[in-house]
């Protein structure tokens, strides 16, 4: 009865939520630039009566709601943007830029689905608020910026995330994917993968294009590199083990018949279990020194690490806990097992600094038929947009509610329920 109190003013709530949600859509910004959405979320929670608190992390909120004795529930929601051109062609479609952190100005758009993000957080935010009558406890609602930069909930827990109402005893988060919209995906142990980003400088000797005899050709240099790094999961990684290199960017050389001095590389590695992390990270290491050797470069390569994301990995208790309250509220046709996913996100730095169990879950955000029919010819990675692609774009409704429910679902389960899992 709790839960049904507490939501029962969502329904009146979902068209403010649709604007605040196109507002963020239509105005993005940038990771560690998040100043226009950090003050209007800021500007939500101290209406709602949080005591909040701003500027953690660089642009991060907090927003604390004491409200008696009983457990303290983090709900986090990231807030960036990714530098992308969107190519929805909604009317609330982005058309703001940004500089990025190469100082490059940049189209930015919520590619990723952080503004959905954010108005779950807000939505259940003030909900829990309202209904504080029906619960007992604290309620810590944390907006990070910089999630995309991989360093934003790190930025947060080293700047005192925890101090004004101390640490969690749980935290909760969510994130929306190309599933049919109001579809709830859970998973124990390990749901996203680990992720660490290289960057490569290949060193040769140039010269003039008609003339390689005398140089050191860091493009053939590179070349060689990237072949031989698509080896290491072919022949070096089991195949009960999984793993991902991807070598996303290659820069050599500003004109034809230039051989340039150097090449750089920027290497994307995806794993979901931290002894193939190491030994990914290492082949890779091992195979641009070995290459850089045998095209006899002047200088031995720089590796530089410029990214990582930790394993996102949940609890089995909670997430079991968690799992069957929202079969309990949505049913058993719309709660169902969440892939392994090899997408990343630092959201368990917070779980692991604070020392205590963690959940994450995914919530479908796109035309449940459209997905449904296009799983069914078996042309779903061909015809439904996934996350970071231009034209994803979460259809408003059933999503925001779908988003706002599990959140308050989530919070309550551990709210009214102390000690269970």
Not at 320 to 349: I, K
Request: negative net charge; contains cysteine.
């Amino acid at each position: 009865m709790s839960l049904e109190r507490v939501l029962a003013p969502l329904r009146a709530a979902l068209p403010g939520l649709e604007d605040l949600y196109t507002d963020l859509h239509r105005h993005p910004e940038l990771s560690f630039a998040e100043t226009r959405t950090a003050a209007e979320l800021a500007r939500r929670l101290e209406a709602d009566g949080y005591e909040v608190h701003t500027g953690i992390g660089r642009t991060g909120v907090l927003g604390v709601l004491r409200n008696g004795p009983g457990p303290k529930v983090m709900l986090r929601a990231d807030i960036d943007a990714l530098p992308v051109e969107e190519k929805t062609g909604l009317p609330y479609a982005s058309t703001a830029r940004g500089v990025d952190a190469e100082g490059r100005d940049v189209p930015v758009m919520h590619a990723c689905g952080h503004d959905m993000h954010a108005t779950w957080l807000s939505g259940a935010a003030s909900l829990l608020a309202a209904g504080r009558e029906h619960w007992s406890g604290t309620l810590m609602a944390v907006f990070q910026p910089g999630e995309e930069a991989g360093d934003g909930a790190v930025g947060m827990v080293r700047d005192g995330v925890f101090g004004p109402a101390g640490e969690p005893d749980v935290v909760l988060g969510q994130h929306v994917v190309p599933g049919p919209a109001g579809w709830v995906l859970t998973r124990p142990g390990v749901i996203m993968a680990a992720t660490d980003a290289l960057r490569v400088t290949l060193h040769g000797r140039g010269g003039h294009g008609s003339r390689p005899e005398t140089t050191v050709d860091p493009a053939v240099l590179a070349a060689s590199v990237v072949l031989k790094l698509q080896t290491i999961v072919s022949r070096e990684i089991s195949a009960t083990e999984s793993a991902v290199v991807t070598v996303g960017s290659l820069h050599v050389g500003t004109a034809h018949n230039i051989i340039a001095d150097h090449a750089v590389l920027e290497v994307n590695i995806r794993s979901f279990d931290q002894a193939v992390r190491e030994k990914v990270v290492a082949a890779v290491e091992r195979i641009v020194h070995g290459e850089a050797a045998t095209a006899g470069a002047p200088k031995p390569p720089e590796i530089e690490r410029i990214g990582a994301f930790p394993v996102t990995e949940n609890d089995e208790k909670a997430n079991e806990g968690l799992t069957a309250a929202f079969v309990d509220h949505f049913g058993d046709a719309r709660v169902m097992p969440a892939p392994l996913v090899t997408g990343s996100e630092d959201f368990s730095e917070f779980g692991r600094a604070a020392g205590v169990p963690s959940v994450f879950w995914l919530v479908g955000g796109l035309d449940a038929e459209k997905v449904i029919a296009a799983m069914t010819a078996g042309r779903f990675e061909q015809d439904i947009p996934s996350n970071h692609s231009p034209l994803f774009a979460p259809i408003p409704h059933p999503t925001l509610s779908a988003g706002v429910e599990t959140l308050v679902v989530a919070a309550l389960h551990r709210l009214t329920h102390p000690g269970v899992g």
